[in-house]
């Protein structure tokens, strides 16, 4: 290091460009450079792009090495040394200025000293303040540029640096009310009005595969979250849910709401529909991204029909083919009818891909009823569906277990995420979208738990979502999914904690409505049954399927009073623990009966 800061130093305007550039170049690719120097380069490079104007000179620089003496400085900021040095106001200032100078003539230039500020911002958190401080103003400019240019190099950089700045609203708060609530003269539009403008002109980018349209979307998503989870808490806004929260003076996300940021809606839900699943992964970004931002946005009255239009509440159909589907196994009968784990065959992430796109549909059924319409491509919650059914099924084939090793090596291969951050968050959206409106809920619980659903098989055997849903609530290493695996299916049966047992059975829910706080024991055979038919077969209350007759077994009175015995310690047991309660326990009933006769 301290020979190319010697050798930068001993350069001077009279140096041939071809010298610049070897040197400039010999920094960007320097393998090890002392940090103890790297300060001084910084700053002594920064100097001298000061004052170089475009079609102008300074000193050692020429105005077509500033694009090269630029990404000098980004790759010295690559380490918290020469950031620190970058990180000052008035470096700041003088790459906003560089920035601004060469938009029009060299793009590029303007562009790498916007990178060389994001890096800053990365490494540095206190240049974020900075940045957005009235003597910078870095920030508006930021969002001037989102404004501006539909260029998705542009609106990646420009969101990123945003995204950073507004990482926190302790130290961004004030920041981030006024781009919210400010449209100072340059800007036409409101920031939230931006944001719309900038995601419906990335959604056919990205769909027709334009370079950096992808990294574009994902980061203007990254700033689109931040300022829906901290501007309601910054604010007085009105209060529209209740999250549980213990403590009353904090604001959880999604918890209050401010109708300034109500037309984030439509170009999200826009976007969510837009973007089919990933090639590699199902909910690969930009989908969970968009997925994050919806959860930060309310389902209100106000916002209902953006939410779920009324053919969309109201449309009974079916959500798209997965992989492994009843409708479509070749002999007719229900996929989980096997006990065998079905093969996955070449192609099936790809076709199940197509069936998704094309709005294909199938029941989780015995049978295979005639096929209503198409849905339609603004239909949000079949497409949330037929999104979870289909990453359910990618990621847990068949009938295997959640805790099977093999799960987490191909959600390990896939993503950096875990299953938890990946599917859970859908789940959640899908409970948003059904807890408020009774139409939206009564298609997902056909979806799910149809009238005709065989019950020949155990439920939580099966090899389709509701299957799959089941086998999570016993999964260890998934406990986000695991939970709200129990949620999506209590929304369902209307908060019902007796209505949810009788549909699945109170052996598959014990123990998720006990962590819930919800302590009832399982109903007697034939008790509250839903929506099942109430002339069909008789229901297990325990497993949720029909229930079997069973040729009577011949015991000798010793072995008799043995099981009786065995009965009777085990709901004591249950009793004693709060898994049963007193009224609930059969054999307390039983005795209170023969003492009553």
């Given at each position: 290091?301290a ?24 920094v960007?690719t320097?393998?090890?450079?002392d ?20 079609g ?7 105005h077509?090495d ?5 990404s ?10 020469g ?7 008035s470096?700041?200032?003088t ?40 003597s ?7 969002v ?14 420009a969101?990123r ?20 609530e ?8 409101s ?25 574009a ?12 989870t ?21 604001k ?6 401010s109708?300034r ?9 826009r ?10 992964s199902?909910l690969?970004?930009?989908l ?21 239009p ?6 009974r159909?079916?959500?798209p083919?997965?992989p ?45 009823p005639?096929?209503p319409?198409?849905?339609s ?7 949330a ?11 847990f084939?068949g ?18 995420s875990t ?7 859908l ?7 059904v ?6 809920r009564e298609?997902l619980?056909?979806?799910l ?14 090899a ?5 849903l ?12 695991n ?19 009788s ?9 998720f ?7 009832t ?15 069909g ?13 069973r040729?009577d ?7 008799r009073?043995q ?35």
């Open positions: 290091m020979d190319l800061l010697a050798s930068y130093h001993g350069l001077s305007a009279s140096s041939p460009r071809a010298d610049v550039s070897k040197l400039l170049n010999a960007i320097a393998l090890s450079i940090n103890a120097n790297r300060p001084a380069l910084v700053t002594a490079i920064l100097s001298d792009i000061r004052s170089c104007e475009p102008g000179t300074n000193g050692r620089l020429h077509t500033v694009h090269l003496a630029l000098a400085i980004k790759a010295l900021g690559r380490h918290p040394s950031s620190t040095v970058i990180a000052l106001d470096n700041l200032s790459l906003l200025a560089v920035s601004k100078s060469f938009k029009d003539s060299n793009l590029e230039a303007a562009l790498e000293a916007l990178r060389c500020i994001a890096n800053a911002l990365l490494l540095i958190e206190s240049a974020r303040a900075t940045l957005t401080s009235d910078v103003n870095g920030g508006e400019y930021a001037l540029l989102l404004e501006k240019s539909p260029s998705p190099d542009v609106v990646f950089i969101s640096i945003l995204f950073l700045a507004t990482a926190s609203s302790a130290t961004a708060g004030p920041f981030i009310i006024s781009i919210v400010r449209k100072p003269s340059g800007r036409v539009h920031l939230v009005e931006i944001i719309g403008l900038r995601l419906e002109s990335l959604i056919p980018a990205f769909l027709s595969g334009t370079k950096m349209a992808r990294e979307i994902v980061d203007l998503l990254k700033f689109t979250f931040n300022i829906l901290h501007y309601p808490k910054l604010v007085d806004c009105e209060k529209v849910a209740e999250s549980g929260s213990s403590n009353d003076s904090d959880v996300m999604g918890e209050y709401w109708n940021l109500d037309g984030l809606l439509p170009p999200l839900l976007a969510f529909n837009s973007f089919q699943p990933g090639s590699a199902p690969a970004p930009p969970n991204h968009i997925i994050h931002s919806l959860l930060a946005i309310p389902f209100t009255k106000n916002l209902q029909a953006t939410w779920l009324p053919n969309n509440r109201s449309r159909g079916s959500p083919s997965a492994i589907s009843p409708a479509s196994s070749p002999s007719g009968s229900p996929a989980s009818d096997s006990p065998r784990e079905p093969s996955r065959p070449s192609g099936a992430f790809d076709r199940a891909k197509s069936m998704l796109a094309a709005g294909r549909l199938s029941l989780s059924r015995s049978s295979s005639a096929r319409p198409s849905p491509n603004n239909d949000t919650l079949l497409h569906y037929g999104l979870l059914e289909l990453a359910l099924s990618h990621y084939p009938t295997v277990e959640p805790d099977d090793p093999s799960v987490r090596a191909t959600a390990k291969a896939e993503s950096d299953l938890d951050e990946l599917l859970a968050p789940a959640m959206l899908l409970c948003k979208l807890t408020g409106d009774m139409g939206a298609r619980r056909e979806w738990l149809p009238t005709n659903l065989d019950r020949t098989v155990l439920l939580e055997s099966r389709d979502t509701l299957g799959r089941l086998r999570l609530l016993t999964s260890v290493y998934h406990s986000r999914l939970v709200t695996s129990g949620e999506l299916l209590y929304v369902v049966c209307n908060h019902d904690a007796t209505l949810l047992i549909q699945v059975g109170y052996g598959n829910v014990a123990g409505l006990f962590n819930k706080g919800i302590v024991g399982p109903p007697s055979s034939g008790e509250g049954s839903g929506f099942a038919d109430p002339e077969p008789q229901i297990n209350p325990i497993t949720g399927a029909i229930q079997e007759e040729a077994i011949e015991m000798t009175e010793e072995e009073e099981e009786a015995e065995r009965l009777f310690v085990l709901f004591d047991r249950l009793e004693r623990t709060g898994a049963v309660p007193p009224e609930a326990n059969p054999v307390r009933r039983a005795i209170q009966r023969s003492f009553a006769s």
